[in-house]
Nanobody, 116 residues
Framework: QVQLVESGGGLVQPGGSLRLSCAAS????????MGWYRQRPGNQRELVAT???????NYADSVKGRFTISIDTAKNTVDLQMNSLKPEDTAVYYC??????????WGQGTQVSVSS
């Protein structure tokens, strides 16, 4: 099995920054990508950003230019730097790992709240 442990969530004022981190452990072989998804109140889980082990990143339009995803394949970690946060970024953020042959794994989630 795969364990994903997230950290870095919290409360921040609009315009502020937070950095989320996720560490993977367990049966972490044949990883193809890691990423972050979020679930806002009353909404379905949605993609925020993903990155392949080769470093190719993909972002939701709503976070482009504000969020940056990075991966450390040696440490099996993925980080999400979130700048210029908005109240609509308030959500539970989930770490995701994709392993061949197409298995998805999820962290327990970390709350991000953006409010003045």
């Amino acid at each position: 099995q795969v364990q994903l442990v997230e950290s870095g969530g919290g409360l921040v004022q609009p315009g502020g920054s937070l950095r989320l981190s996720c560490a993977a452990s367990g049966s972490i072989f044949s990883i193809t990508a890691m990423g972050w998804y979020r679930q806002r109140p009353g909404n379905q889980r949605e993609l925020v950003a993903t990155i392949t082990t080769g470093g190719i990143a993909n972002y939701a339009d709503s976070v482009k230019g504000r969020f940056t995803i990075s991966i450390d394949t040696a440490k099996n970690t993925v980080d999400l730097q979130m700048n210029s946060l908005k109240p609509e970024d308030t959500a539970v953020y989930y770490c995701n790992l994709v392993r061949l042959p197409g298995a998805y794994f999820w962290g327990q989630g970390t709350q991000v709240s953006v409010s003045s």
